[in-house]
C-alpha cells in the first residue's frame, strides 16, 4: 500500500486531478458540507466537515454524480432535510443517496479504507437499512460496467495509483473495506445479483 490516506492528501489530489479542468477545489475545515459554485471571481468550492476523510469522500461522490447543470447551482441545487427526519423523509434521502454512497464506497475501496454506508439520522427514523446497504453494494459492483466514466472513474484510479500503487482494479476490494451494520456481510456480497 501506499500512504496513508490523509484530508490534505485527498485535497492535493482532488485539486491536481479535477482542480484546472473543472475550475473546482476540495476544501476541509468546514462545520457542514456544501458546495458553493464558481463564480466570475472564484473557483467551485467543496467542503467537507473538519478533516473527516470519509466527509471529503462522500461529498466528491456527490460532486461526481452531479451534471454540470447541478455543478452550478450552490449545493447542486438540492433539498436536504437536515438529522431528525421522519420515515417518509428518510426513505426519500436513502433513495437519493444510493448512487453517490456506491461511489463513496468504490473511493474507499481505491483507497483501502474501511466502508460502513451513513444513514445520517440520528435522532430520527432510519429506514430499511438492509436494503439501502444491499442496493449500495450490488451498485458499487457493477461500477463501471453500468456506464459509470468520467469523473468517477477517474478519481477511483488517482485514488487507486496513490494509495494502493495499483493499476489494475481488483472488484472484491470493495467486500474487504464494506462492514454491515445488518448483517448483510453474512451474505458473500459478491455473489448479490442486482
Known sequence: M????TSTGLERLFNE????RFNTQLQG?????????????????????EDF????????????????????????GYWYHPEGRNAQQQAAFLQVEVLP?????????????????SLDNLSGASGDIWTFELQVL????????AGHDGRALDWRNCLMHHYRQ????????IDQVFTSSSGLTQLRPSRLAM
Not at 457542514?32 to 467537507?48: G, I, K, M, N
Not at 463513496?104 to 483501502?112: R, T
Open 101 to 117: 454512497q456506491s461511489f463513496e464506497l468504490i473511493f474507499c475501496a481505491a483507497a483501502g479504507l474501511p466502508f460502513r454506508v
Open 29 to 49: 475545515g468546514s462545520a457542514e458540507p456544501f458546495y458553493s459554485a464558481a463564480t466570475a471571481a472564484q473557483p467551485a468550492y467543496l467542503y467537507y466537515r
Open 17 to 20: 486531478c479535477f482542480g484546472s
Open 53 to 76: 476523510v470519509r466527509s471529503a469522500l462522500h461529498e466528491i461522490a456527490h460532486w461526481c454524480v452531479a451534471g454540470e447543470q447541478r455543478r452550478q447551482k450552490d449545493d447542486f
Open 2 to 5: 501506499g500512504s496513508a490516506v
Open 138 to 145: 450490488g451498485l458499487a459492483h457493477t461500477f463501471p460496467r
Open 166 to 173: 495499483a493499476t489494475d482494479w481488483q472488484a472484491d476490494w
